[in-house]
């Protein structure tokens, strides 16, 4: 009877025990429920520490050159597509478009910088006449391929031309860079944010 | 022998029963929210050398409230495209989730070409705490 009990007894310790790691392994281990020493202040992925936005030089949608630089003072939205993209950058420039009305007066200090991936088709006239569907202060950019390759390098951003019969997509990638007012690239909004979260970051982004 | 089966089993059931109610019951927090990447110094090189070096898998899990912020750290000496974005070295790359859903992004590092970010819900339940659970305890042993 006594063994018995001792037995019982060491069975349950070491049943607690097992218990007691499994859940403290999977997440019952600390009780903060905060985001740990860097809470996340924008809705954007940030980059620490910020590194300055490559510059470029291209044919701008405005009738002159487009430059990162020029923008300085101002918060760049940067994004890159082409204009026959169906499915990505109408929804990305109407979430600007959207954005810009939202931030009102503030939206003076905010420049929506388009580049596109199709120097084929994308010419200044066609970039001009698109974007000024969405809102007339955007500026496109384009380039011969090259220039516009080297810009894609600098930025980090993929795009590859893929035949559809008689015709051509891209495949590019869906973010948009946000550059502060010293030209720095200080985040990285993906693809599927809303309008209220970019007025959210460039809001902060404006009051430094 | 028999009593001595039958005690090792009701061991066993009370173990499962009670690491269940545990797992089931027992909120799910953690220290940081944050879930880590690092590309060590030297990648590059060893890649150029004809390493296979995987730091990312192509399918990442966050859960909301618990572990729901991707954090991409390049320690590398040479600049690196990282998840969807170009990273220089010494730099890293926060970015936090608010929404239960599957990201899809662009990365040249995998060699789909595409990195997936699968954001789960807070478990709320007992039965979704002990399915978080055991997700959490088998991933660290693939």
């Given at each position: ?39 996340p ?12 936005a ?94 516009l ?5 600098d ?5 590859q031309?893929?035949?559809l019969?008689d ?28 309008p ?13 | 022998?028999?009593?001595?089966r039958?005690?090792?089993g ?13 797992a ?5 927090h ?17 890649r ?12 990442i ?21 990282f998840?969807?974005?170009l ?36 478990p ?19």
């Amino acid at each position: 009877m006594r063994h018995a009990a001792v037995r019982w007894a060491t069975a349950l310790l070491a049943s607690s025990w097992v218990v007691s790691l499994v859940v403290a392994a999977t997440g019952a281990g600390a009780t903060t429920t905060g985001s740990g020493a860097h809470p996340p202040v924008l809705k954007a992925g940030a980059f620490d520490p910020p590194r300055q936005a490559p510059e470029f030089d291209l044919r701008g949608s405005n009738g002159g050159e487009l430059n990162i630089s020029q923008y300085r003072g101002k918060v760049v939205l940067l994004a890159f597509g082409f204009t026959s993209c169906t499915a990505v950058c109408p929804t990305t420039l109407n979430t600007f478009a959207v954005a810009r009305r939202k931030l009102a007066a503030a939206a003076a200090d905010v420049q929506v910088v388009y580049i596109t991936v199709d120097p084929e088709r994308d010419d200044v006239a066609r970039l001009k006449k698109y974007l000024g569907s969405f809102d007339p202060t955007f500026v496109g950019g384009t380039g011969t391929e090259q220039q516009l390759a080297a810009v894609r390098k600098d930025y980090g951003v993929s795009a590859q031309k893929q035949v559809l019969g008689d015709s051509y997509t891209y495949a590019h990638s869906s973010f948009t860079y946000l550059i502060d007012r010293n030209g720095r690239i200080r985040a990285l909004m993906p693809y599927g944010h809303s309008p209220d979260d970019y007025v959210h970051d460039v809001t902060l982004l404006l009051k430094e | 022998m028999t009593r001595g089966r039958s005690l090792v089993g009701l061991v066993l059931a009370a173990v499962v029963l009670l690491t269940c109610a545990v797992a089931g019951f027992t909120p799910i927090h953690s220290a940081s929210q944050d879930r880590i990447f690092t590309i060590p110094k030297g990648t590059w090189a060893r890649r150029m050398s004809g390493d296979k070096v995987d730091i990312l898998p192509d399918h990442i899990r966050l859960t909301l409230g618990v572990q729901d912020i991707l954090v991409l750290r390049n320690q590398d000496e040479v600049p690196q495209i990282f998840g969807p974005t170009l990273m220089m070295p010494g730099q890293s790359f926060r970015l936090p989730f608010d929404r239960a859903a599957e990201y899809t992004f662009a990365c040249t590092a995998h060699a789909s070409g595409q990195m997936t970010i699968v954001v789960e819900s807070n478990p709320s339940t007992a039965w979704a705490r002990i399915r978080w659970r055991l997700l959490e305890l088998l991933s660290t042993f693939r």
